[in-house]
Each structure stands twice: as C-alpha cells, then as structure tokens.
C-alpha cells in the first residue's frame, strides 16, 4: 500500500516535471535558431511576427486589472456577507457564488460580446475589444471563487471574538477592521493570488473579448492578446514553422508564471492563525 | 385546397430530398469533418439532408480553420478536412492528401451595412490594412477611426485575402483577430466603423460587402475573372477516399448539391 502511494506521488511529480522538459524541448529549436531576443519580441516575417512579448504584456495587463477589479468586488461581497452571518438566508446567498464560480467562462466571455461590448463602443470608440472589457468580465469570472475563499477563511474567526468586539462598545465596522481584516491577512492574499492565477490561465474571455491584437499594449483600452489566446491562436500553424514553435515559448513561460505564484503561496503559508 | 397542395408539394420535396441522399442508405456511421470555417453553412445543410435521409449516420462539422484541417486530417484525427485555400505541395506530400474543389468563393472586403463607403481603390483597401489610412473621411466617409479585423494564421481565407488582395503587404499589428468567418460577421455587424474581409458567401443585410476598383465579388465578375480575390472551397481526405467518405465527397459534387446547395449558400458550383 505505501509503495502503492509512493509510486502514484512519484508518477504525478514526473508529470509535471516532464510537461517542463517537453516544453523546453520544444522551444529549442527557436531559442536556438533565431535566438532569445527574436522569440520574446518578434522578428516574423511579412504576413504575421511572432514574438510572445506583447502576449506576455498583455496577460498581466489583463490578469492585474482583472485582480484588482475582482478584489474589490469580493472583498465587499464576504464582508458584507459576513455582517449577515448567522442569518438564515446567508447559506442560500452563498450558494449563488457556487453556482457562478462552476459556469464555464465561454458563457461569461459570450454574455460580455452581447451585453457589455456595445456600451464599451458607445463610451470609447473602436472596436469596444479591449483589456478594459476582457478585465471586466474576467473579474466576475474569479470572484465568486475569491468570495467562497474568503468566505471560508472569515468563518473560522472564532465567534467569540465578535462578542468581545461588541461587548468592548464596537460595531460590526470595528470588528471588521480591527479583527476580521488583519487577523486573516495572509488569506486574503493567498485568495488573491489563487485569482490572479485563474485570470492568468483563462482563454477563451481574453480570446472573445480582447481583440487579440499583435500590438504592445499602452493603455487599457487597447487591444490584446494573452499568452493563452496566442496559443489557441497559433496551434493549428505549420509543425515547421516559427510561429507554431513560438506557442511552446509562450507556453513554458506560461507555466514559470503559475510555478511562481504557487511557490509565493507556498512561502506565505496557507493559514493565519487564530 | 390549399392544405391538399402543400400537403402534395411537401411529399414531392420529401421524396425527391430522400431520393438525392439516397447513396448513403448503406452506411452507418459517424463522418468528421473539420476545417475552413467559410465551408460550415454548406456542409451543415448537407448533413441535415444527409442524416435525415439515413438516421445511423452522423456528421459532426467542426471549424478551427483551414490550417486546422488540413492538419487534422493528416494526422488522422478527422475524415475529411475542409481548407479555403489550394493544399500546398509540401502538405500534399507530407501527408499523402488528396483535395476535391467543389466550389468557388470570392474573399469580399467587407464593411458594416450603415458605412456610405461602397467602393474602394485597391491600393486603399493595402493601405487601410496596413494602418497608414487610419479615418474614414479619407476615403470619401464619416469622421471616425478605422477598425480594423483580421483572421489569426491558420485562415485560409487571411492566406489568400493577403496574397490576392493585399499583395502580401503588412496586417497591422493593432488590428483585432477574430477566428471564423462567422466572428468576422458578428464583429462587423456590430461595429459602424468596422473594416474587416469575409467570405463571399457570408454577405448579407448584416455585412455590406463592397467594391474594390468598381468590381463587386458577385458571380459575373468572379467568373469574368475581373474580381481576382477568389479561392476554392477544398474538402480533403487522406489518400484516395472509399466509404462513407467517397459517398460524401461524391454527393458534394453532385448536381443536387452544386445547385440546391451550394449556389443557394452563395457560392458558386464547380460544376
């Protein structure tokens, strides 16, 4: 039975050590051949280049923002849930944000084309595909799965705590900012990460709503595409072109990106204490 | 009356339907299809006929574009891959494919329907793609920015449109990337300053398709020739067909299909 789980622990680590090599293999042949510099910002030739760099732009673009946006959103909803709790009506509140958080983000990225996409146009001009509108929708794509994290976290503040905040004089308020907040810090962040995360690994709301374009990104309102979307984009390219290489590039950064949150989560450690 | 004549008119439209699908009475079985997105409204319409006349066998369509099936086809992965664009040599060779053309497509510059402009030099339309016109008051319409639509690599319909019409010359990198010919539709429609180039086929009152030096992309001036930013619709199979495959690819060709079909969808036939 031990050896039986040693080994499954064993095969699961080869997994994702050789879903590195194999990306690395891949890139090779364009590290090599055109070298670092032309694989990160391009170098393509005529028709189409193919340098991840505004790719990569564009996926913090559009992860921070969509971070920033989706941490206000849940950080508002849990405490506001919380001021509730205890209430009968909380729990059915809450399964709301489970029923969003299991909806594939193909139906968020298709209500965003017909619901937001217009109003986008009529304020900005252009297309109305932006960082802004992907970022948009992107947050309410994470934050019911921040909300429940946070939720979780915000219900193992022993009760007590709550009496002595408000037998001190205190209001739901002061037990807000004095208590809840910085006596579970550390799963906020941990919370936001795991968002980050998510925005950073999404494809198909960035690849119908971000325009996709091949341009660095300056402003929010420009168009972008994200290390995901240029995948998806460029799979079905020739074996033997650059282009087609260049989506194992993106693909091992893609996957530096999600080492290194996971090794920050790890660093800060999953629980506060209390 | 009435009723007994439509009631006679629907039994015609039924038998002679059932009669044209009738080659497939003796398979079974499940067709996949993948590829160039331009083919999707023919090839569903001849599923339907298809799996009505035979319930036992299904056809499953699926877009990707032409890059995708070309190369899903040659891996085996689909049997029939649909590409908007001729199959190259070094595809043909690596893969063992064999194409069937059966219909000819004109590749449209299209605008939204509410857009005055209704005709462009050509040079123009290389010069709004590349990013150098960027209003489109200088081109004879409203005030208002150009935005620009385009189709990622695996497109045959981007392939050609940049070889026939742009003349190879530069997409801007700014431009927006949509990944069908139906996107490309839905994009252009909702947007008034939209530029974007779609298949012919897809034109309708939501998409304006509009002249390029005086020619319009419709049958005469494809036909004529005139109107040189066209392709072939491609359905390829791995090696030569047999099967369900061959009875497939004969039925594309066949008279029915070319005319009821394929002429219907705004294509023409190849025969």
Known sequence: ?????????????????????????????????????????????????????????????????????????????????????GKRYTRFVESFYEILSSIPTVVYAFLGIVLLLPHMRALFGGSGMSILSASIVLSLVISPTMILYFRESFSTVPREYRVVVYSLGGDEGSYIRRVLLPFRAKSLKVGTIMGFARASGDTMVSLMLAGNSLEIPISPLDGARTLTTHIALLFAEDFDSAEFRSIFVAGLILMSVTISIIVSIRKMGAKDVG | MKKTFLAVFTAIVALYG?????????????????????????????????????PRIKVAIAGGGSGVGIKKVGEGLVDIGNAGR??????????????????????????????????????????????????????????????????????GTRKVFWKKMLSKGEITPSANFVNSNGAMKRAIANDPNAIGFVSAGFLDDSVKGISVDGIYPDKKHILSGEYGCKRGLYSITKGQPEGLKKAFIDYMLSPHVQHDIVAKKGFIPVR
């Open chain 1, 1 to 85: 039975m031990r050896s039986f789980l040693t080994l499954s622990a064993i095969v699961t680590a080869s997994i994702v050590v050789g879903i590195a090599l194999f990306l690395l293999y891949f890139s090779l042949p364009l590290l090599e051949g055109s070298g670092l510099e032309k694989t990160i910002v391009g170098g393509g030739d005529g028709d189409l280049s193919y340098g991840v760099l505004p790719a990569l732009v564009g996926t913090l673009w559009i992860s921070l923002l969509s971070t920033l946006f989706a941490l206000f959103i849940s950080l508002f909803t849990s405490m506001g849930l919380e001021s509730l709790s």
């Open chain 2, 18 to 54: 059932s009669e044209n699908a009738d080659i497939f009475t003796k398979y079974e079985g499940t067709l996949r299809i993948a590829g160039g997105t331009a083919h999707i409204p023919t090839m569903k319409a001849v599923a339907k006929e298809i799996e009505k006349s035979n």
């Open chain 2, 86 to 155: 001729a199959v190259t040599d070094k595809e043909k060779s690596r893969y063992g494919l064999v194409p069937f053309k059966w219909a000819i497509d004109a590749i449209a510059v299209a605008v939204n329907p509410s857009n005055p402009v209704s005709n462009l030099e050509r040079e123009k339309v290389i010069d709004i793609f590349a990013g150098r016109i960027k209003n489109w008051k200088e081109v004879g319409g409203k005030d208002a920015p150009i935005d620009i639509y385009t189709r990622d690599s695996a497109s």
